[in-house]
């Protein structure tokens, strides 16, 4: 089943004495956020929710609705194209969606917090034996087929070249080898499906990764959901790559041990009963010291060393 189109013009807003998500246990409407229904943002997108501890209820295939944190949060499934209009309108409080998609769109957003997922870049590629190593060296008339269509009209403005765009909706890195374009805009990551299609990648456009976005203006009520929000998928990011290690030291490493695992604020430093010289340490470490670090404090007589994923981190 497809979703329901969006209304045309904002939902009603509620009362401000009855702000979204506020819980002090007054009967209020609940934030509502735009997820990607999808696609690559789609899975990254609820994993993200999930891991801040924002579980998705009343959504067997996760296709239309979801609630979420017993009902102060709305979750909406739709296309992630769509959601920066949706955003922007104020059919929606805020959403997930790639910068790509944002920029596109022209819609009038603020982007709250770069999520780091769907990493890719909207790249200029030409035929492999066409010599162009830029914008500028596409010739004015040539076609240039794209889903990008207002991204790469800009980008050729402003190189000063009058190209013509061939608009499609998918699959654009056929187009020169059906004869109809003489390069492409599209996205790419990894370069395989450029490279799979005799295309040589000449420029990068635009860097994108998945964002939360929010109208340009709210109100305080909300605004102050937003933050919350921000604030917990905020953490998650934070506690990406990082690890937290517990061991049991010699009293008399520690001094050596602060040198090399300095932590967020210092290793915090637990007695352990009826051990004079031995104090417990927790400390987080970066994931790629986590090796040396763990050579090093065996080295210095440390024992039952536990190495653990951290889900979130409040600094
Ligand atoms: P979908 O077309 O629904 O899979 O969503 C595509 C979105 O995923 C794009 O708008 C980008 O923000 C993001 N994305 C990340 N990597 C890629 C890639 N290699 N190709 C296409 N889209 C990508």
Not at 165 to 178: D, H, K, N, R, Y
Not at 196 to 214: D, G, K, P
Request: proline share 7%.
């Amino acid at each position: 089943m497809t979703p329901a189109p969006p209304p045309s013009r904002p939902a009603p807003r509620p009362a401000r004495a009855k702000p979204a998500g506020h819980h002090d246990g007054a009967a209020t409407r609940p934030l509502r956020l735009a997820i990607p229904n999808k696609g690559r943002l789609s899975d990254d997108s609820v994993d993200l929710l999930r891991r801040a501890g924002i579980t998705l209820q009343g959504s067997s295939d996760r296709r239309l609705f979801a609630t979420a944190l017993d009902g102060r949060l709305q979750v909406l499934f739709v296309r992630a194209r769509d959601i920066p209009a949706y955003v922007a309108a104020g059919t929606v409080d805020c959403g997930m969606t790639g910068l790509d998609v944002v920029k596109e769109s022209g819609a009038k957003v603020r982007d709250l917090l770069d999520l780091r997922f769907g990493k890719c870049r909207l790249v200029l590629a030409v035929p492999d034996g066409d010599a162009a190593s830029g914008p500028r060296d596409i010739p004015d008339g040539a076609r240039v087929a794209t889903t990008y269509p207002n991204l790469t009209k800009a980008y050729f403005a402003k190189a000063r070249r009058k190209v013509r765009i061939v608009g499609v909706s998918g699959a654009c890195e056929v187009a020169p080898m059906l004869g109809v374009a003489d390069a492409i805009t599209d996205l790419a990551s990894s370069g395989s499906t450029l490279a799979m299609n005799h295309l040589r990648e000449v420029h990068t456009i635009l860097h994108s990764t998945c964002r939360l976005i929010a109208p340009a203006r709210t109100d305080a009520a909300v605004q102050d959901e937003l933050d919350r929000l921000r604030f917990a998928l905020g953490s998650v990011l934070a506690a990406r790559g990082k690890r937290y290690l517990l061991a049991d030291v010699p009293r008399k490493a520690l001094a050596e041990i602060q040198t090399f695992l300095p932590g967020v604020a210092g290793p915090t430093v637990v007695e352990i009963a009826g051990h004079k010289d031995l104090v417990a340490i927790q400390v987080v470490v970066d994931e790629a010291d986590v090796y040396d670090a763990v050579s090093r404090l065996k080295a210095l007589g440390g024992r039952g060393i536990l190495v653990m994923p951290i889900d979130r981190m409040v600094a």
